[in-house]
């Protein structure tokens, strides 16, 4: 499977993104799918989490209310709607899928990884 994030940009504070990863390959809707993000100086986060069919999502305490998880395994891709911006928010995401579902939060876990696109908030 392959990978390829793509939406980030340059924001100011209290905007809104839409982030979105596009899978290759035929088996999308068997991955449970993720979102992480890495600050400059931090390790990497798991930002939010969705079952295989859309059912069940999950999220960091620090997002909730603000971002949003979404697919859409009729076109092998899944979105992360991110409103209400902060600076705090600033980092690479990645997208990340995982094929056995025993975990959403734990990054190795996953089986695969996109390249990262770059979100920017500005105070």
């Known amino acids: 499977v392959q990978l390829q994030a793509s939406g980030g940009g340059l924001v100011q504070a209290g905007g809104s993104l839409r982030l979105s990863c596009a899978a290759s390959g035929r088996t999308f809707s068997t991955y449970i799918m993720g979102w992480f993000r890495q600050a400059p100086g931090k390790e990497r986060e798991f930002v939010a989490g969705i079952s295989r069919r859309g059912g069940y999502t999950y999220y960091a305490e620090s997002v909730k209310g603000r971002f949003t998880i979404s697919r859409d395994n009729a076109k092998n891709t899944v979105y992360l709607q991110m409103n209400s911006l902060k600076p705090e928010d600033t980092a690479l995401y990645y997208c990340?899928?995982?094929?056995?579902?025993?975990?959403?939060?734990?990054?190795?876990?996953?089986?695969?990884w996109g390249q990262g696109t770059q979100v920017t908030v500005s105070s």
């Open positions: 990340a899928a995982e094929v056995s579902g025993t975990s959403y939060y734990i990054q190795d876990q996953y089986d695969y």
